[in-house]
Every structure is written in structure tokens, then in C-alpha cells.
């Protein structure tokens, strides 16, 4: 069948398979299932996991991905053969709508010869070899105090209510046979439990996003939700399946800078009356280098700020941070590259006049450490006059990275640099009390 696949004549294989080959092949989830929705092998550092964590975005596939477990570890498919399983979900609707009901469902999955029932009155599944999966809310912990399994189905963990209360009372219950596991599936959220279970040895984790189940996404959804959602911190992690988290010590928050971010239009660019392309030119070049920080921002006649490009890139030679600079400033016709010259000094001009000589360049200094010239930056975010003109993960991630003692990783904040030399040239240096002429 790959092999028909690849040669572009599936449809003829499929046309001529018979009736039972054909439901065979509907229901054969190694074979139809994606690598990321199998259950992860030895030979992947995952054989030896007791909870297979999997997050993902939304339609990415996890639904799909939980049941066929359950399925597989029914018929011992899976490891050891379970004869009573936990479904647990964040409330007793959940379980049915989704994982037995629903499309991706329990139900739904199993071909009819291996199709359970479902017991609603007694929120149960009873498959015809005997074995039994019990639903219950995880709003109600106490309801697993009790009840003892070997094998456990958790769905959208990170919006339990009652998390860590529901998770531990089944851990308890997970008593049952030589090797009791469960599963995880979930769209990420930054919770204690989540957070747990990531940094626990015994958690294998699968991660996917929306983009990787597109064949089996309606194509409005891709265009509308996923297109207006892209890079965003709600996209990340509801379309990506990251977990986006906030430093406590940072100057800036998630929920501060999705406040502040405006949709990408051609009348704000004409609305800004100076625009400036800063770069933080790193001190070498190579694949192990810092990057260059490369942003530009513009501000407009009320003095709000608006960042506008994030261009900043690793392992660039002189000429091409110097060139990527340059097209930046002329494609959106701005007034002045600033550049950090700490680094470098005479050699960035000299790079930036040998790409183009009538690029006015204007010469900044960094005199204090980082943290203090980022302050007034972020004081200016927090009175609102700063505006991120669409999504810059990478810029983001680095800004709410940021504390006291710098990025948590080490690294230099190049993009975060970058960000506050052109704020600062805009609306805090001293060209940023000097009249302004209107764009037009």
C-alpha cells in the first residue's frame, strides 16, 4: 500500500481490494496511524515509560491516538493484555461526548466484531472478550478512591479543575497487573501537574500539531482558525501543542503582549511617522555564534510604538546581517538604521556604507547592562504605548525569558536587544522629543 501510495496509485489498489480487506485495512492503526500516534518503542528511548504523555493541538490527531491505545492494549496489542481500564476526563460529559461517542471515539474506532458497549447508566464499556473501561470525572477525585485498574486513559488533562487531586487518587488505582501504565492526551497548559509529569524519567512525551492532521481538518478551519492563530500564544499552544510559560522575574508577560498585539494592516505602516531598523551585531559569525538581532519599529503621531519586522537571524556572516539590514530598511522605507556598535565598532559601519552609502545610520552604546536598559522598555509596554504589529514567537519567547540574571538558557537576548534600541531611538533617546514630519 506505501508503495501504491507513493506511486500515486492508491485509489487503484483500494479499488481492488474486497469488502472485508477493505474494513480490515480501515481499522489497522499501525498501519493508518501516523508515526507521532503510535505508542512510543524501545528503540525510540520510550519502552520503559509508565505514562505516555502526548500534547498536541486542537484536530491534531489525540482523541484518535487515545482510543487506538486503549483498543490495542484491549486485545494485547500493546504490552500485557488489560482487563479494566480507567477513562477520565474533566467532567462524566466529556468521557461520553469524546471519548466513547465521539468521532474519534471508542466506538467510532473499532470495527464491529470488536465494538464494545456502552453503558451509559453505568458509565461503562464493556468489550464482548470481557474487558471493562469505567468513566469517571475528574471533578469528582474521590470517585476513583476505590476502584483498582491496570491501565488508564486521561484526555485534556491540563484543564482539570481538581488536577492533582484526580491524578493522585489514580495513581492509587493503578494497581493491577505486571505493568500498570496510562496515557495523557492534551492540549498544554502551564500547570504544576503538567509540568511534573514533563521533568518525571518515566513519562514518555509526544508532541504534534494541528498542522500535522491538515488531511483530516475541514479546509476552513486551516484557513480561518489556523490562519488568523499562527505564532501567536494562543496558536502555540492550542495549534502547536507548546507549553508557553511565563518567568515570575520577567519584564514582560504573555498575557501583556497578547493584549498589545494589533493584526498586520497597510494603514499602519503608513501611519507611522519615523520608522528605525535596530540591529544587535553579534561579535562573530558561524553556526555558534549569537544571532544578529535585527527589528524594526515605527511610531506614530500619539507616540505609540509600534514593533513592525523581527528579521533576526543566527549564524550570518557580516554581509548578509548587513544586507538583511539594509532590505529591511528599504522595504519599509524607514528614516534610520541603528546599530550597537559595542561590538564591532567601525566594522558595522563600514559593512553597512560598503551595501549602501545613503543609508543614514545612526551609532548607539550600551553604558549600562541589560536588564537597565530594557526597564523604561517595558515600562513603556505597561502604559500602553507599545504595540506588536502580529505575531514574533522567538522575539516573545525571549522577552519573557528575560529576568534579572538574563535568559534562563544562558544565551544573549539578541532579538530582546535589538527590541530596545529601536523602542529606545523612537520614544526615549534623544531623537524621540525631535519634531516629526507625517509619512505620506
Given at each position: 500500500m506505501n508503495a501504491c501510495w507513493r506511486a500515486g496509485k492508491l485509489p487503484e489498489a483500494l479499488a481492488a481490494l474486497d469488502a472485508p480487506t477493505l474494513d480490515w485495512l480501515r481499522h489497522h492503526w499501525p498501519l493508518i496511524g501516523r508515526l507521532g500516534?503510535?505508542?512510543?518503542?524501545?528503540?525510540?528511548?520510550?519502552?520503559?515509560?509508565?505514562?505516555?504523555?502526548?500534547?498536541?493541538?486542537?484536530?491534531?490527531?489525540?482523541?484518535?491516538?487515545?482510543?487506538?491505545?486503549?483498543?490495542?492494549?484491549?486485545?494485547?496489542?500493546?504490552?500485557?493484555?488489560?482487563?479494566?481500564?480507567?477513562?477520565?476526563?474533566?467532567?462524566?460529559?466529556?468521557?461520553?461526548?469524546?471519548?466513547v461517542e465521539g468521532v474519534s471515539g471508542l466506538l467510532a474506532i473499532h470495527p464491529s466484531h470488536e465494538r464494545p458497549s456502552w453503558e451509559p447508566t453505568r458509565r461503562r464499556l464493556v468489550w464482548p472478550n470481557g474487558a471493562v473501561a469505567q468513566g469517571f470525572s475528574a471533578d469528582d477525585p474521590e470517585s476513583l478512591r476505590g476502584p483498582q485498574f491496570d491501565a488508564a486513559w486521561c484526555d485534556e488533562l491540563a484543564k482539570w479543575?481538581?488536577?492533582?487531586?484526580?491524578?493522585?487518587?489514580?495513581?492509587?488505582?493503578?494497581?493491577?497487573?505486571?505493568?500498570?501504565?496510562?496515557?495523557?492526551?492534551?492540549?498544554?497548559?502551564?500547570?504544576?501537574?503538567?509540568?511534573?509529569?514533563?521533568?518525571?524519567?518515566?513519562?514518555?512525551?509526544?508532541?504534534?500539531?494541528?498542522?500535522?492532521?491538515?488531511?483530516?481538518?475541514?479546509?476552513?478551519?486551516?484557513?480561518?482558525?489556523?490562519?488568523r492563530y499562527a505564532g501567536t500564544r494562543l496558536g502555540r499552544q492550542e495549534l502547536e501543542g507548546e507549553l508557553i510559560e511565563d518567568r515570575a522575574d520577567a519584564l514582560w508577560n504573555r498575557a501583556g503582549l497578547e493584549a498589545a498585539r494589533?493584526?498586520?494592516?497597510?494603514?499602519?505602516?503608513?501611519?507611522?511617522?519615523?520608522?528605525?531598523?535596530?540591529?544587535?551585531?553579534?561579535?562573530?559569525?558561524?553556526?555558534?555564534?549569537?544571532?544578529?538581532?535585527?527589528?524594526?519599529?515605527?511610531?506614530?503621531?500619539?507616540?505609540?510604538?509600534?514593533?513592525?519586522?523581527?528579521?533576526?537571524?543566527?549564524?550570518?556572516?557580516?554581509?548578509?546581517?548587513?544586507?538583511?539590514?539594509?532590505?529591511?530598511?528599504?522595504?519599509?522605507?524607514?528614516?534610520?538604521?541603528?546599530?550597537e556598535v559595542n561590538q564591532g565598532g567601525e566594522m558595522v559601519k563600514t559593512i553597512l556604507a560598503g551595501l549602501?552609502?545613503?543609508?543614514?545610520?545612526?551609532?548607539?552604546?550600551?553604558?549600562?547592562?541589560?536588564?537597565?536598559?530594557?526597564?523604561?522598555?517595558?515600562?513603556?509596554?505597561?502604559?500602553?504605548?507599545?504595540?506588536?504589529?502580529?505575531?514574533?514567537?522567538?522575539?516573545?519567547?525571549?522577552?519573557?525569558?528575560?529576568?534579572?540574571?538574563?535568559l534562563s538558557n544562558g544565551r544573549s537576548p539578541d532579538r530582546l536587544d535589538a527590541l530596545v534600541w529601536a523602542v529606545t531611538a523612537l520614544a526615549l533617546g534623544p531623537r524621540a522629543t525631535a519634531p516629526r514630519v507625517r509619512r505620506v
Amino acid at each position: 500500500m506505501n508503495a501504491c501510495w507513493r506511486a500515486g496509485k492508491l485509489p487503484e489498489a483500494l479499488a481492488a481490494l474486497d469488502a472485508p480487506t477493505l474494513d480490515w485495512l480501515r481499522h489497522h492503526w499501525p498501519l493508518i496511524g501516523r508515526l507521532g500516534q503510535q505508542p512510543p518503542l524501545a528503540a525510540q528511548g520510550g519502552g520503559d515509560w509508565l505514562t505516555w504523555l502526548m500534547l498536541g493541538g486542537r484536530g491534531a490527531g489525540k482523541t484518535r491516538a487515545g482510543a487506538e491505545w486503549v483498543r490495542a492494549l484491549i486485545h494485547g496489542r500493546a504490552g500485557p493484555k488489560a482487563g479494566r481500564l480507567a477513562l477520565v476526563a474533566e467532567s462524566l460529559g466529556d468521557v461520553r461526548e469524546v471519548m466513547v461517542e465521539g468521532v474519534s471515539g471508542l466506538l467510532a474506532i473499532h470495527p464491529s466484531h470488536e465494538r464494545p458497549s456502552w453503558e451509559p447508566t453505568r458509565r461503562r464499556l464493556v468489550w464482548p472478550n470481557g474487558a471493562v473501561a469505567q468513566g469517571f470525572s475528574a471533578d469528582d477525585p474521590e470517585s476513583l478512591r476505590g476502584p483498582q485498574f491496570d491501565a488508564a486513559w486521561c484526555d485534556e488533562l491540563a484543564k482539570w479543575r481538581y488536577a492533582q487531586a484526580a491524578f493522585d487518587m489514580l495513581q492509587f488505582g493503578l494497581r493491577l497487573g505486571t505493568r500498570p501504565r496510562q496515557m495523557v492526551t492534551t492540549t498544554p497548559r502551564p500547570t504544576a501537574l503538567l509540568r511534573a509529569l514533563l521533568n518525571d524519567p518515566r513519562t514518555a512525551v509526544t508532541r504534534m500539531g494541528t498542522a500535522e492532521n491538515a488531511a483530516h481538518l475541514a479546509p476552513s478551519f486551516l484557513d480561518t482558525v489556523v490562519g488568523r492563530y499562527a505564532g501567536t500564544r494562543l496558536g502555540r499552544q492550542e495549534l502547536e501543542g507548546e507549553l508557553i510559560e511565563d518567568r515570575a522575574d520577567a519584564l514582560w508577560n504573555r498575557a501583556g503582549l497578547e493584549a498589545a498585539r494589533l493584526a498586520p494592516a497597510p494603514e499602519l505602516l503608513r501611519q507611522m511617522e519615523r520608522i528605525v531598523v535596530a540591529v544587535d551585531p553579534p561579535a562573530s559569525s558561524g553556526k555558534r555564534a549569537d544571532a544578529c538581532g535585527l527589528v524594526a519599529a515605527g511610531i506614530d503621531a500619539d507616540g505609540i510604538v509600534h514593533v513592525l519586522a523581527d528579521e533576526s537571524a543566527q549564524g550570518l556572516s557580516p554581509n548578509s546581517w548587513g544586507g538583511r539590514a539594509i532590505g529591511l530598511f528599504q522595504r519599509l522605507e524607514a528614516d534610520r538604521v541603528v546599530v550597537e556598535v559595542n561590538q564591532g565598532g567601525e566594522m558595522v559601519k563600514t559593512i553597512l556604507a560598503g551595501l549602501d552609502p545613503t543609508v543614514p545610520v545612526s551609532e548607539v552604546r550600551a553604558t549600562r547592562g541589560k536588564w537597565l536598559r530594557a526597564e523604561p522598555v517595558a515600562a513603556l509596554y505597561e502604559q500602553g504605548r507599545v504595540r506588536h504589529v502580529g505575531p514574533f514567537p522567538a522575539l516573545e519567547d525571549e522577552m519573557c525569558d528575560f529576568g534579572p540574571d538574563g535568559l534562563s538558557n544562558g544565551r544573549s537576548p539578541d532579538r530582546l536587544d535589538a527590541l530596545v534600541w529601536a523602542v529606545t531611538a523612537l520614544a526615549l533617546g534623544p531623537r524621540a522629543t525631535a519634531p516629526r514630519v507625517r509619512r505620506v
